[in-house]
């Protein structure tokens, strides 16, 4: 079956960027998600991406696609402590409707 | 916007018990899914249903069951509580164009004793 694979932490100093990144398998994945979750709450969508872009911008959000190497990743730019959240990937195929297949999540600290 | 409500946000059963867990999206959403997230697994589905009575397996149905007897409503059910399903439980709902993002509640921490 397809897999997600994220590493689970990454901290990084407020202001730096950070970048998340992920790795998946299905080579007929079709959309690419962010989502984010903060304590307590539920999984709240950023971005997505279409498997036949390389690139989306979206203010301080960049999402890069390799889709030879199934390669994604997640660029948050002047990261603030209040990005400091879990980050989800996940990878949807047309041919399964609205199935998502989901990455373990990385963990983004953010240091003052 | 987009509003999916879980009925609780914490729970507390004992073992051996029938819980419910209830789902609301105000969206007219045909599609509907329930997951359990536990640290490091990620979400796994349990089930989903894209429309009203009917519904599929996820990955892990094993001990659940759901049902969805409106389209703005969906329940997971478990008949028999068991320790190994505490966890935290997330409903979520998207249109069936197969673009559309689902959308998230803000999930249910169910702690089986």
């Known amino acids: 079956g397809e897999d997600v694979e994220q590493s689970l932490f990454l901290s990084v100093r407020e202001g730096d960027s950070s970048v998340i990144n992920c790795t998946y398998t299905d080579s007929s994945s079709t959309y690419l998600y962010w989502y984010k979750q903060e304590p307590g709450a539920g999984l709240q969508l950023l971005t997505y991406i279409f498997s036949n872009m390389d690139m989306k911008q979206d203010q301080r959000l960049t999402v890069l696609l390799n889709k030879k190497d199934k390669h994604l990743s997640l660029r948050i730019a002047d990261t603030q402590t209040g990005d400091s959240a879990i980050y989800f990937c996940a990878e949807g195929d047309n041919n399964a409707g609205n199935m998502l297949t989901f990455g373990g999540g990385t963990r983004l600290m953010v240091k003052p | 916007d987009v509003k999916v409500t879980q009925s609780s946000r914490y729970l507390v059963k004992r073992t051996g018990e029938k819980v419910f867990l209830e789902c609301v999206q105000d969206m007219d959403h045909e599609n509907m899914f329930w997951y359990r997230q536990d640290p490091g697994l990620g979400l796994r589905l349990i089930y989903f249903?894209?429309?009203?009575?009917?519904?599929e397996k996820g990955d892990i149905p094993e001990g659940y069951s759901v049902s969805r007897e409106k389209k703005e409503r969906f329940s997971l059910i478990l008949e028999s509580a068991s320790t190994n399903q505490t966890s935290m439980y997330l409903c979520?709902?998207?249109?069936?164009?197969?673009?559309?993002?689902?959308?998230f509640g803000d999930g249910t921490r169910l702690s089986i004793l």
């Open positions: 979520a709902s998207s249109l069936v164009p197969s673009d559309q993002p689902q959308h």
């Open positions: 249903s894209y429309d009203v009575k009917m519904k």
